[in-house]
Nanobody, 115 residues
Framework: QVQLVESGGGLVQPGGSLRLSCAVS????????MGWYRQAPGKQRDLVAV???????NYVDSVKGRFTISRDNAKKTVYLQMNSLKPEDTGVYYC?????????WGQGTQVTVSS
């Protein structure tokens, strides 16, 4: 079993920044994709950003140019740097790591963007 623990969420004013971290209990060397998802109140969980084992990244259009996903295999951690935050970025952010045949989720961390 693999555990994922997110941290770094909180309350921030519009225009502010946060960095989310996802600590993975197992080596990420075998993982082929690592991503961050967001679930706003009353809505489904949607992909925000993903990074492949080769380092390629993809973002949902609404966060392009503002968010950056990265990973540190030595620290077994996935990051999401979020800048220029907007109220519509509010939600619970979940980390996901995919290994061949398996997909693991963290418990989520709340991000609230409000003045």
């Amino acid at each position: 079993q693999v555990q994922l623990v997110e941290s770094g969420g909180g309350l921030v004013q519009p225009g502010g920044s946060l960095r989310l971290s996802c600590a993975v209990s197992r080596s990420m060397v075998g993982a082929y994709a690592m991503g961050w998802y967001r679930q706003a109140p009353g809505k489904q969980r949607d992909l925000v950003a993903v990074i492949s084992s080769g380092g390629g990244t993809n973002y949902v259009d609404s966060v392009k140019g503002r968010f950056t996903i990265s990973r540190d295999n030595a620290k077994k951690t996935v990051y999401l740097q979020m800048n220029s935050l907007k109220p519509e970025d509010t939600g619970v952010y979940y980390c996901n790591v995919k290994y061949p045949g398996y997909s693991y989720w963290g418990q989520g961390t709340q991000v609230t963007v409000s003045s």
